[in-house]
Structure formats: structure tokens, C-alpha cells
């Protein structure tokens, strides 16, 4: 199956789960803002509420990966911030990998005087900076769904252990360099902490278009929902 037709299924199956609950679909609004070292970056904004989740993309995306899933918070009562980093999509700049963090980081500037707690989740190297942005700001929780330790000069491995918040880490087993980062994270992060391993090969939002989509989402979502209050 070609990259193209994957990415059209994903969202083809996303969209058809988030109809069924109920959720219409929206674009959401169009947000903008910079990074400490001056990059524009765009998002969309789905939805408000007293949660604001920012979800970052995997390479070789955009934040269009995350929109039926932001959709889906935002029908929930989550705000919902998918952004594009830097070089990516509408965002303007270069793609600098080892400064997307840079990028998270602004993002949770931009959601924080909205709502009252925020978690972080990124896919691939979305996951790798969101664990970079969680060691240094007060998340309430962050997801690390398919995310390396290291990627192209991103690198959190020093900075896991550093995270205080309740941590959740994601990988297919067949996917081995992230199922091994798992692994290297669930050894180094303080406690709570939370692992889930699926069958199979899928990396990162992809995995929302293989059998896993359910239990993935319902994944997502229980952990979200736990840190009501958090």
C-alpha cells in the first residue's frame, strides 16, 4: 500500500469512528504564533474546555494526521491544539527536527491562559519533544505514542526522568526502534507511568488505521480522562 492511500484510509477511518459517535466534523479555528527564536507556527484550535490537549505531529506529516482525533476531544469538552511544526504545513521555517520542541513549547504558551490544565501528545518525533516540553513546563500528563528516544537531533533521553507528571508510552512491537524506546522510558521515568504495546508494525497516527483503532483511541482517551483534575 502506497503512503498516499494510507493517509487516505487513516482519515477515511478516523472520520467514520468520530461520525459514529455523534461528533460533527469541524475544521476548527485557525491559530497562530511564535516560538522563542521567532518561527510562525500555525494550528488549528478544535473545541474548549477546562483540558487543553496540544498534539504534535509525526515525520513526514503534518497536524492534518490529528484533526479527526481533535475532533473527537473537542466533542468530549477537551480543547484541542494540533499543530504544525516548524518547515511543516502552514508553518513557516525550516524543518529544523532538533528545535521542534521549540514549537511545543509555544504552543503551550498560546493554549495555557485558555484553559486550566494541559497535556501534551505527540506522535513519532512529536512524542520525543512532547517528553522534551514535559520536563520543563507543568503538564497535567503527556503521551508519547510511537515517539524515539532520539531522532534526528531530538533527543529526550535526558529529560524523561525529569517528568513529574503522569506519563504514558505507546509502540508496536514490530516497530522496534520505538518499542525499544518504551522501553528505555518506562526504565528511566518516575512514577506513574504507563506502557501499552500493540501487535503489528504500526508507527504513530498510523496506527489509528490498522485493527488497533478502537483500542488506541479508547486508550487515548481513558488517560485523558483520568487526569480530570490532575
Sequence with gaps: MNLKVHRLLLVVSITIGVSSAGIVAADGEKVTFKT??????????FGAGKTGVVLGHMYPENQESWWPFARLLAGKGYAALALDFRGYGESSGTKEIAKIDLDMDAAYEFLKPKVQRIVLVGASMGGTAALKVAARKPVAGVISLSGPDAFRGLDATADVGKIAAP?????????????????????????PKEQKIFRGSGHGTYIFGTEHDKELTDLLLGFLGRLQGH
Excluded at 522563542?36 to 484550535?45: M, N, P
Design 36 to 45: 522563542k527564536d521567532g518561527i510562525l507556527i500555525s494550528g488549528r484550535l
Design 167 to 191: 506519563k504514558l508510552f505507546i509502540a508496536s512491537i514490530d516497530d522496534s526502534y520505538a518499542a525499544r524506546s518504551v522501553a528505555k522510558f518506562m526504565t528511566m521515568a518516575k512514577d
